[in-house]
């Protein structure tokens, strides 16, 4: 279950029968305030998944190095089960854009997304998962598929993948009945 702050008081007065909450990395990347005093309090009672949205595994540049060592932080503080991002890029050069752009399925793209994820399992010191990117276009370069390119970065880097593949036919614009 996806934890919002909305809710945090909710699920500490009633306790829920929940496995666990996935929490978004970026959300609590400070060093305090009410959002850790109640996410404390709630680690206490159930296991986190931590899902991130900003690193850029797909971007073109070098990961940011203080949004790792943050992530590496909220790591330690919390202990997660789990840690997931998506394959997406979602910055360039110092510019941070609010989504994360699909990747064309290239041997260059695929180099770098394994040395991406290879640079961030080494810094968190455990696997990561890969969530399947957005896909709003097709790029013309892309030389392999979607499924092809992934199989690879799991097989290279040891990841794991997280599949959306309902969401993901539904969310694209290619014709999947072809």
Known sequence: VGLKPEHYREFLDSAPDIGWFEIHAENYMGDGGAPHHYLRDIRERYPLSLHGVGLSIGGSGALDAEHLARLKALIVRYEPSAFSEHLA?????????????????????????????????????????????????????????????????VRRTGCGPVSYTHLRAHETVLDLVR
């Open 89 to 153: 890029w979602s910055s360039h050069d110092t510019v941070y854009l609010n989504d994360l752009l699909p990747l064309p399925y290239t041997q260059e793209t695929l180099a770098r997304v394994c040395n991406h994820v290879d640079a961030v399992q080494e810094t968190l010191g455990q696997p990561m998962l890969l969530e399947n990117p957005s896909t709003y276009v097709a790029f013309a370069e892309t030389a392999m598929s979607e499924v092809a390119f992934l199989r690879e970065v």
